[in-house]
């Protein structure tokens, strides 16, 4: 009797042996640097505002297609970089350009302004039970120990939001699928960060060992490039 109750629900779809988890497909920009702090310099940053605006954007649109128009897509964005860049050095609507991207592809976006926001959600901003990571990349500029958002962007040559390796330990574990795809388009990170990474999440992530290159993007798809003498790795 118990075995023909057990054979009916499973007929009926009222239970499953382990119901697949929902994927999310993570990318998160960070914010340009401004000409006022990068002018004198040999190799300035980002002449062009859009770097790690447009590099998402084209991972979102290949994204979308390879996973279908249900995906959940989400893209986290340093929004006060972009505020700051478009107010002293653009004078456009930067904000509109990638509400605009969001618009096209049906992305959730998340506007962040700190290393905890992207933290807080990673592990808390879909039901983590039933919503699994399965991508993570981020756009934007780094050192070996940290994303920052917003270098040479409020401050010369340096960074006030950033998120470090080592508060990478605040990240739970089991918010990434088994295969889950994890890399960073920024410099250095496959020196360190990396490897905190992997420690906090169980999961690799691939970072340059060696500085990453936005220059030039539109002849590349505007995928960021590799350096002279940098390599992947993590």
């Known amino acids: ?32 640097a401004l000409i006022e702090w990068e002018k004198y310099k040999a190799a300035p940053h980002d002449r062009w505002w859009g770097n790690f605006i447009r590099a998402a ?16 897509i989400t893209w986290l964005v340093y929004k006060p970089g972009y505020v700051r860049r478009a107010e002293r050095q653009d004078k456009a609507d930067l904000i509109g350009n990638i509400l605009s991207v969001r618009d096209k592809y049906h992305v959730n976006l998340v506007w962040i302004s700190s290393g905890d926001d992207v933290i807080n959600y990673l592990n808390a901003g879909q ?14 500029h780094s050192n ?14 340096g960074s006030k939001s950033w998120l470090h390796e080592k508060e990478l330990s605040k990240i739970h ?18 020196e360190s960060m990396s490897k905190y990474w992997k420690a906090a999440t169980g999961k690799k992530m691939i ?25 992947w790795g993590g």
């Open 173 to 190: 574990r089991g918010l990434f699928t088994r295969d889950a795809f994890v890399k960073s388009w920024s410099c250095h990170t496959g």
């Open 57 to 72: 954007r084209v991972r979102i649109e290949e994204l979308r297609k390879k996973e279908g128009p249900d995906a959940l």
């Open 1 to 32: 009797m118990m075995f023909r109750l057990l054979l009916l629900l499973l007929l009926s779809g009222s239970l499953t042996a382990g119901a697949a988890a929902q994927k999310e497909f993570l990318l998160l920009s960070g914010g340009p």
């Open 207 to 231: 970072g340059a060992i060696g500085k990453t290159d936005y220059a030039n993007g539109h002849e590349r798809n505007w995928i960021p490039a590799l350096s002279q003498g940098a390599r």
């Open 144 to 157: 070996r120990a940290c994303f920052m958002f917003d270098y040479s962007n409020e401050i010369d040559s």
């Open 127 to 140: 039901p983590r039970a039933t919503v699994k990571i399965a991508n993570f990349e981020f756009y934007g």
